[in-house]
């Protein structure tokens, strides 16, 4: 069993994770958190991209000898000039239901054609034996409601709209969400990738 870990400590999101590695790769895999491999500190996000979070959390376990993986997502808001970006968890400082006020307040008044926003994922794999880092981007284009709706998912998936299938991510089924969403697309390709190396 080849054993992976993520670079996270968001139980849903490793579960995401878990469910789409799966799927796609024809290996047995474990994944593994930051907490499983005895990993209690905190990782500091000073990149200014996606792709540069990722890197860097990916880092981690790689450097404690396993095969580290980690994504950085957020979303991004055409009206707000890319806003809230690489600062998505952290944007309000007080977590996602405080995240999504903001975000309802800042773009109060804003007209329907201009509520445009995007979910961005970048997978990073680092490996220990210093091989080549492999890195990922998915995205998934979508609009912001009004108000939140739905009770699933996480984060701002209440807020985010997919036009084609008329709900939000948080109204989706767990497999509805990982067939469109920016990290179901970017942990697919990953798959892709890692199928060939491991």
Do not use: W
């Not at 376990?61 to 000039?81: E, K, Q, R, W």
């Not at 409601?145 to 009770?151: A, F, I, N, R």
């Amino acid at each position: 069993m080849i054993q992976l870990v993520l670079a996270s400590r968001n139980r849903k999101k490793i579960a995401e994770f878990e469910t789409i590695l799966k799927e796609s790769l024809s290996k047995d895999i474990q994944i593994l958190s930051l907490d499983d491999i005895g990993f209690h500190g905190e990782i500091e996000e000073n990149g200014t991209t996606f792709e540069q979070n990722a890197f860097i959390k990916a880092s981690v376990p790689a450097s404690m000898g396993y095969i580290g993986i980690a994504d950085d997502s957020g979303l991004t808001v055409d009206h707000l000039d890319g806003r809230p970006g690489v600062y998505s968890a952290r944007y309000s400082g007080k977590g996602d239901a405080e995240n999504n006020k903001k975000i309802l307040r800042e773009m109060e008044g804003v007209p329907e054609e201009k509520r445009t926003a995007h979910f961005v994922c970048a997978v990073s794999c680092v490996f220990p034996d210093k091989r080549e880092p492999l890195s990922v981007l998915g995205i998934c284009d979508g609009l912001l409601l009004t108000e939140q709706k739905g009770d699933g998912g996480f984060g701002y998936d209440p807020l985010f709209f997919f036009p084609s299938l008329g709900k939000t991510f948080a109204e989706l089924t767990p497999e509805e969400k990982n067939a469109i969403s920016h990290r179901g697309i970017a942990v697919r390709e990953f798959s892709k990738q890692l199928q060939g190396i491991l």
